[in-house]
């Protein structure tokens, strides 16, 4: 008989890969493994730079893993965003709201309406970054739940939108906006007179968006639920009577109120609006969501806020919540049991500043810049081996901006001399790393998503290869729709967004 294949937890898992960088990083620096790679200095001129991986198997790595474990587990961007919001979902689900609402919305609706209206926020909502997977993964588990449905279902299909989403923006983000001024550092040492316009990328948006919501619609209807075990719901039928309908509106109606405020507040030019605002930024994204924007410091305080004002409205018209004693139970409920998750947290940052840390990450997207730049096919073959490399390089690099910086001083002065514009050039860097967002571990909010899969688990452990599995459906045919739509603007020239085409001619 064949012994039962072991299952090695996500939290081993992140320890064996933690002592591989460890050791990988000794063994690459002794063959000296280094890249070389093209970025712009401020002057506009070229510069090339070397990296090469740094040796952690040794003293000096050791003291860094030992002086930096608490440190880095203190700043890792999840757990702070993670703790915060719990707290208002914690509110709307102990209060009755979320059991209540969800029943209503799913009662009569079809789940593939349901599932798209889940995806479809989740990729919009990746216009605030990061705080979109610990709002929607909870929020996408609860709403399976209570549609009578597998959570894991609500979890798979919002992680898969907002990592694999992440490159699909219709509007300009702050990091669309790092990355642009990168852009155009770089097509300037090719034409000094370049400019881009903000709406550069509009249309193409509008048609991924649309086009990887129905896509994701009918993966996770027909490729992911199909396979999941069914789930066995504690909770009894809910009957949804005058009593919650009054909560529903109550509750709904001070959100929106909130909401009125605060998006008054974020409009400059207003009798006392904008003071959410930085206004010493140029353009108004870098107002919204730049580094000393008020908005963009408090936005984590702004959305629980909201949630506990819905849940308390709730609450109190329902009598779910009557004295202090239910408003303390309920801003803790959903912290209650998360030890789990917070020693996956504290591994997960461990792997992940040491690999960052050992640089070899960093020395492949080297590598892949410079095979980038050294490409001799011009048209469909550049754009094609392009993607690859980006794809690729991802998985062990996927910050976004660290990685633009190293590729595009040799990504768009070539595809500028091949006649693509730098603005497309930009479309295709984030949509080809969107291809692998969801699939590499090294993604900070990969952790999340193996925590909420644990957490409503009922069958045997779920490990990394399980999270992993789940999102290859939605990674291949976030590759399709990606080569589809590229190739396509590019084959017929039609603009990619206000005044921007794939073609490109300057220098006249």
């Not at 933690?18 to 890249?35: A, E, F, P, R, W």
């Not at 914690?90 to 209206?117: D, P």
């Not at 396979?227 to 009577?241: A, C, N, R, S, W």
Request: a positive charge; glycine letters at 8%; one cysteine or more.
């Amino acid at each position: 008989m064949f012994k039962k294949r072991k299952r090695i937890s996500p939290v081993m898992t992140f320890i064996i890969l933690t002592i591989v960088t460890v050791i990988l990083s000794g063994l690459l620096h002794l063959l000296n493994v280094q890249s070389e790679y093209t970025t712009v200095s401020t002057t506009g001129t070229l510069v090339n730079n070397i990296i090469e991986v740094k040796n952690l198997f040794s003293l000096s790595g050791a003291k860094y893993i030992v002086t930096h474990a608490v440190k880095n587990f203190m700043s890792f961007t999840p757990l702070s965003i993670l703790i915060i919001v719990l707290i208002g979902i914690g509110v709307l689900e102990k209060s009755g709201f979320l059991k209540s609402f969800f029943t209503l919305l799913t009662k009569n609706s079809k789940k593939n309406t349901i599932t798209f209206i889940l995806i479809f926020i989740s990729l919009l909502l990746s216009l605030f970054g990061d705080i979109g997977f610990v709002i929607m993964l909870p929020i996408g588990a609860l709403l399976f739940k209570y549609g009578r449905r597998n959570p894991f279902g609500g979890i798979i299909a919002s992680f898969a939108a907002l990592s694999f989403g992440s490159g699909i923006n219709i509007f300009l983000t702050a990091n669309d906006s790092s990355l642009l001024k990168l852009t155009l550092s770089a097509a300037k040492t090719i034409d000094e007179n370049y400019a881009i316009g903000t709406f550069f990328s509009l249309f193409i948006m509008i048609g991924l968006l649309i086009a990887t919501a129905f896509v994701f619609t009918f993966v996770t209807e027909k490729k992911i639920m199909p396979k999941l075990p069914k789930y066995e719901h504690d909770e009894e039928d809910v009957v949804i009577t005058n009593k919650e309908l009054r909560g529903i509106i109550v509750g709904l109606g001070l959100g929106a109120l909130y909401s009125l405020i605060v998006i008054y507040m974020i409009i400059p030019g207003l009798p006392l609006s904008g003071a959410l605002l930085d206004h010493r930024a140029t353009i108004y994204i870098d107002m919204l969501f730049g580094a000393d924007s008020l908005f963009n410091q408090g936005f984590i305080f702004i959305i629980t806020f909201l949630f506990v004002i819905i849940g308390f409205g709730y609450g109190i018209m329902c009598k779910t919540i009557k004295n202090a004693k239910d408003v303390t139970e309920s801003l803790a409920y959903s912290l209650d049991n998360i030890g789990n998750i917070m020693v996956l947290l504290f591994f997960a940052s461990l792997f992940i500043s040491v690999f960052e840390e050992s640089n070899i990450g960093e020395v492949l997207t080297g590598l892949c810049a410079k095979w980038i730049g050294g490409i001799s096919f011009t048209g469909v073959g550049l754009i094609i081996i392009t993607i690859i490399l980006i794809a690729i390089s991802n998985i062990l690099n996927p910050n976004s901006l660290a990685k633009w910086k190293m590729i595009s001083g040799s990504m768009v002065p070539l595809y500028m001399n091949a006649s693509i514009s730098p603005e497309f050039a930009q479309i295709i860097y984030v949509t080809s790393s969107s291809i692998t967002s969801g699939i590499t571990p090294l993604f900070t909010f990969f952790v999340i998503y193996l925590a909420f899969l644990e957490k409503y688990n009922k069958e045997d452990m779920v490990t990394m290869k399980d999270g992993i599995k789940y999102m290859m459906p939605y990674a291949a045919y976030t590759a399709i729709i990606m080569f589809i739509a590229i190739i396509g603007f590019y084959m017929i020239g039609i603009p990619t967004g206000i005044g921007s085409f794939p073609g490109v001619s300057y220098g006249a």
